[in-house]
C-alpha cells in the first residue's frame, strides 16, 4: 500500500515556472519509480517526466528541455519526487498526477507508461493562461 501527497499546483502566467512536489507519506515496500502524469480535458493521460532509484530520469519530448524531474534517495528508495515546470505555455494546463512503484526493475522503455504504476495521487491542477 502506497500513499501519495502532490503540492505546488496553481495557476500562472505563460513563460512562468512552477514546481510541484510528490511525498511518498506511507508505504510498505520500497520505492523504486516515481513518475508524473498529466491529463488536460479532452486529452488522454500522458506521461511527462520519471525518475528511478538510481537517479535514471526520462522525459517526454513535450517537456524535455522545460521541466526537470529530481528525488530523495534513502536506501535505493525514492521518497519523494520533484517536478521543476520552467516556459509554462496554456498547452501545459491539465491535472497533474503523481504516480509510483514498489520495488526495481521496471524497464525504462516502460518509464513513461501509466500501466507501470499502481499507486496514484490525487492530482493537482496547474493551469496557464
Known amino acids: 500500500h502506497v500513499q501519495l501527497v502532490e503540492s505546488g499546483g496553481g495557476s500562472v502566467q505563460t513563460g512562468e515556472s512552477l514546481t510541484l512536489t510528490c511525498s511518498v507519506s506511507?508505504?510498505?515496500?520500497?520505492?523504486?519509480?516515481l513518475a508524473w502524469f498529466r491529463q488536460a480535458v479532452g486529452k488522454e493521460r500522458e506521461g511527462i517526466a520519471a525518475i528511478d532509484s538510481a537517479g535514471f530520469q526520462m522525459y517526454a519530448e513535450s517537456v524535455k528541455g522545460r521541466f526537470t524531474i529530481s528525488g530523495d534517495i534513502a536506501r535505493s528508495a525514492l521518497t519523494t519526487a520533484v517536478l521543476q515546470m520552467g516556459s509554462l505555455t496554456p498547452d501545459d494546463t491539465a491535472i497533474y498526477y503523481c504516480?509510483?512503484?514498489?520495488?526495481?526493475?521496471?524497464?525504462?522503455?516502460?518509464?513513461?507508461?501509466?500501466?507501470?504504476?499502481?499507486?496514484w495521487g490525487q492530482g493537482t491542477q496547474v493551469t496557464v493562461s
Open positions: 504516480a509510483a512503484r514498489t520495488y526495481w526493475g521496471l524497464a525504462r522503455t516502460n518509464l513513461l507508461r501509466g500501466t507501470s504504476y499502481p499507486d
Open positions: 506511507e508505504t510498505t515496500d520500497p520505492i523504486g519509480n
